[in-house]
C-alpha cells in the first residue's frame, strides 16, 4: 500500500501527545533545522522501549537531547541513558535541556566522538547495553557495527534511523550526487552486514526516512 500524505496525517493526529516540554523543544529543533526524530519514528520508538524495557541505553547522536528526554519517558527510573555528541552547539543546548528538565541523573552526555567512545567500551568488559539508538552521520554506521556487537547483550536491540536515504538507496551510486555517493556505499554496505550477519535478525521499516531494528544473538 503507498502511503500518502494525508493517511501520515491521521497517523500523525493518533500518536502519543508530547509532554509540553518535549513538544517545545522539538518544535524550537525544527524551526533551527537540527534533526530530530519525527513523529512516525518516535512512535516506533515509544513502542519497542515499552515491550524492550531496557536497563542501560546507549544513544549514538544527541543532537539537542529531544531523544535521549524522549526515551527517559518510556523506560523505568532506575534505567541509565548515554548519549554521545560531537557538535559543541549541540552538546551545549542538550546539557542545558538535561538540566533544565531535571534528567542529569537518568542521561549521561559525553562529548566527542563516537567512534572513540565506541571503541574504549568494548574494550571493557564490564560496560554493556541492552538498546542503542543510532541517529548520527550515516557514513560511519558500518564502522561503529564491530563494536556495538562486542558490549551488546544478548538479546539486545540496535534501533538505526535514516537508513533508506529518501529512496535513494536503491539507486545506483552513480544516481545520486556526487557528495553522497561515500554514505549512499557505506550505507549499503551496513544494511547488507545488518541483514545477513550471523546473529543479527533485522527488519527494516519505511518509517520516517527508512529504520532498521536489529536484535542481537550470540
Not at 164 to 189: K, Q
Request: proline share 3%; with cysteine; charged share 30%.
Amino acid at each position: 500500500m503507498e502511503v500518502d500524505g494525508r493517511l501520515i496525517d491521521y497517523i500523525d493526529y493518533l500518536s502519543w501527545e508530547l509532554p509540553e516540554y518535549l513538544r517545545d523543544i522539538y518544535e524550537n529543533a525544527m524551526t533551527a533545522k537540527v534533526p530530530v526524530i519525527r513523529k512516525p519514528a518516535q512512535s516506533f520508538l515509544k513502542v519497542l522501549l515499552s515491550m524492550q524495557r531496557p536497563k542501560n541505553i546507549l544513544e549514538i547522536g544527541t543532537a539537542v537531547g529531544f531523544s535521549s528526554m524522549f526515551m527517559s519517558e518510556f523506560i523505568d527510573s532506575d534505567s541509565k541513558i548515554t548519549t554521545i555528541e560531537l557538535i559543541p552547539e549541540r552538546i551545549k543546548t542538550a546539557r542545558e535541556n538535561f538540566e533544565k528538565f531535571g534528567k542529569t541523573g537518568q542521561i549521561t552526555l559525553l562529548e566527542g566522538d563516537a567512534g572513540e567512545y565506541l571503541k574504549k567500551f568494548s574494550e571493557d568488559e564490564n560496560f554493556k547495553v541492552d538498546f542503542v539508538f543510532m541517529d548520527a552521520a550515516q557514513a560511519q554506521y558500518i564502522y561503529y557495527l564491530p563494536f556495538i556487537r562486542k558490549i551488546m547483550v544478548d538479546g539486545g536491540v540496535l534501533l538505526t534511523d535514516n537508513v533508506l536515504h529518501d529512496g535513494d538507496i536503491i539507486e545506483s551510486r552513480y544516481s545520486v550526487n556526487r557528495r553522497d555517493r561515500t554514505v549512499h556505499t557505506r550505507m549499503r554496505e551496513f544494511l547488507q552486514e545488518i541483514t545477513h550477519s550471523e546473529g543479527l535478525k533485522t527488519s527494516i521499516l519505511p518509517i520516517g526516512d527508512g529504520m532498521s531494528v536489529t536484535c542481537f544473538r550470540k
